[in-house]
């Protein structure tokens, strides 16, 4: 299994767009890959302008199907990214799962 966490700060007073954005791209993505395991996106109620993603693919492969789709490039690297002011991707590997 491969895991991605994303913290993603947002453009001042984009929150709300970016969050749009995130429920739209959710079923039209993850929602119709096989390989996406799971897909989460938090928001931190004390840190305005800030997302989490937090997501788990089958494998490799599964994480470059998921990239790219049509709907990750009109949505997440089209819409989304102009809302960012940072793009962070960090790789985790686990070490106890209940």
């Given at each position: ?28 993505g993850p929602g ?67």
């Amino acid at each position: 299994m491969l895991a991605k966490v994303f913290p993603i700060p947002l453009k001042p007073g984009k929150q709300a767009e970016a969050e749009r954005l995130v429920h739209e791209f959710a079923p039209l993505g993850p929602g119709q890959e096989d390989g996406t395991l799971s897909f989460r996106v938090y928001r931190d109620p004390a840190k305005p302008d800030f997302l989490l993603f937090v997501e788990h693919f089958a494998d490799q492969a599964a994480y470059d199907a998921h990239t790219g789709s049509a709907a990750y490039k009109e949505l997440i690297s089209g819409k989304f990214a102009d809302l960012i002011t940072e793009f962070v991707e960090i790789d985790h590997e686990l070490v106890v799962g209940l």
